[in-house]
């Protein structure tokens, strides 16, 4: 353990939502990680979980990932398409009060980027600086011949597969498919932030999650601070660890 996870190890929930807050009303270097759980806050689904696959699976006779994968949006785009509109683009989300506490952190010019893998793209609303989307966004798609740029609405509403209102070809989704690799530069831009952060906020995931090992391995100083709400075994990595929603406990620290 180092000096900090020592000193917090000890603390009350109390005492460590005030020392976070000191660490970060010292700072002038915040980097945000945002998981999954910042999303399912809002009203997403977490397709990892136990129910939701089962159910996915009894469903669409695949499981998540599948469906979710390069090689199965190639070969059966309908399904896929019939999936992605249902299960994801129609899913009703609600920004949590987890945003315009980002806000206010950017705004008082502290916050440096937010890394995310999730794909909602939910803080276009929110005045929030730099975000590097690893799995890319919702809302990015264009079409795979001409390029023409496609909001989510579009291909929500279309019927059976999307194509291009221009040249006719298929629209290809802005998000990452399983088996495809990260975008270089955007990759290179979030761990160029984590390597310079002062204080590293992970956000509503675990320390375990491949994504989040990755970025976090550059990460330099010893104010990893962890909130989630779902204790896992390498939550002890972390210099401090809140176990509340993010929702509830960011507001205080901002
Ligand atoms: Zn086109």
């Known amino acids: 353990m180092n000096e900090t996870q020592t000193k917090t190890a000890a603390m009350t929930p109390e005492e460590r939502i005030e020392y976070a807050r000191s660490l970060i009303q010292k700072s002038d270097n915040v980097v945000i990680m945002a998981g999954i759980g910042v999303m399912m806050e809002c009203g997403a689904l977490n397709f990892d979980r136990d129910t939701e696959a089962y159910r996915i699976e009894e469903q669409y006779h695949q499981c998540p990932e599948e469906i979710m994968s390069a090689g199965f949006y190639n070969v059966r785009m309908e399904r896929f398409y019939d999936f992605y509109k249902k299960e994801i683009l129609s899913t009703s989300l609600t920004p949590t009060a987890t945003f315009p506490a980002i806000e206010k952190l950017y705004r008082s010019g502290k916050l440096k980027g937010v890394i995310t893998y999730t794909i909602y793209g939910l803080h276009n609303e929110f005045d929030i600086g730099n975000v590097y989307e690893l799995d890319g966004s919702i809302h990015d798609n264009h079409c795979s011949k001409c390029q023409k740029k496609f909001p989510m609405e579009y291909i929500r509403d279309s019927v059976g597969m999307p194509v291009c209102d221009v040249c006719g070809s298929r629209i290809r989704p802005g998000i990452r498919l399983h088996g495809e690799r990260m975008r270089n530069d955007i990759l290179t831009d979030a761990v160029n932030a984590v390597s310079k952060a002062d204080v590293l906020l992970v956000l509503g995931t675990n320390l375990f999650d491949t994504n989040v090992r990755y970025a976090v391995n ?20 972390a210099d401090l660890v809140i176990h509340e929603s993010v929702c509830d406990v960011l507001p205080k620290l901002v």
Not at 218 to 237: C, G, P, S, V
């Open 218 to 237: 550059h990460y330099q100083n010893e104010k990893l601070i962890l909130i989630t709400k779902h204790e896992h075994f390498t939550d002890k990595a």
